[in-house]
């Protein structure tokens, strides 16, 4: 079920029986020459829309920009600072806990993301621990590469060439989804250097054409079926595992 395409009331008799929703949460940022700017936030929005569908998770609208100041030397890169995104992730959360929701799972599709909903789930937490109660809420964070069995199919199908950043897997999942949306080129060099990350300018001059280690040439659309049905079935996994999880001495499930 995707909350976009709910009613109010019908969320209302939803959170009757179930208080938990997944949040896809990524970013728009350019993923080398043939990926798609909105890899990050597609790749987590397939994977729960389609865990939406074979199972009963709820789904809340995509958050599709995230921290990416690295990637602000490619045209189309859309960020916000860390301290903006750590204050909308807050006040999402906010609205989500007011309605009742308890249970919260962000899946990630962007490595830069991690340290700032990190950070914003410490931030959530705060208002409970500065005011002496129980939130009541539960923040999970989980990038869909970590979902259990993912990464290592990942690894069993780019062994070489997986890299950091434009990745096999992750085009393949758009790849598989959007196969309108395929571009190709040819790579050069065929594996993207790697190195450190600071800011836009040092990452252009790094990564010529925007890649990190990576060789996306591997992605094929069937691939990232697999990558989709793998990690669907692992999140409802999770999903489930979440809900049940134990919160503050004052929650319902003690
Ligand atoms: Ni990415």
Known sequence: MLLAFSTWSEIEAVLRSSQTIVIPIGSCEQHGPTGLLGTDWLCPEIIAHAAATAGNALVA??????????????????????????????????????HGFRR?????????NIASIEAAFSEFYADASFAGSSSQVLLKLRNWWDLPGVGDLAEMMFPVGHGHHATPSEIAITQAAYPASIKAVSYAPRIAPVGPIHDAADFRSRFADGRVGSDPG?????????????????????????????????????
Do not use: K, V
């Open 61 to 98: 609208p995509t958050f599709n920009i995230g921290m990416a100041q690295h990637h602000l030397g490619f045209a189309g890169t859309i960020s916000l600072r860390p301290s903006t995104f750590q204050a909308a992730i807050c006040d999402w959360s906010r609205s989500l806990a007011r």
């Open 104 to 112: 919260l799972y962000f899946l990630n599709g962007h490595g830069g």
């Open 218 to 254: 591997l992605a094929t659309p069937e691939l990232g079926r697999r990558l989709i049905d793998a990690a669907t079935a692992s999140l409802l996994d999770d999903l489930s595992a979440f809900e049940n999880e134990r919160s503050g001495p004052r929650g319902a499930r003690d």
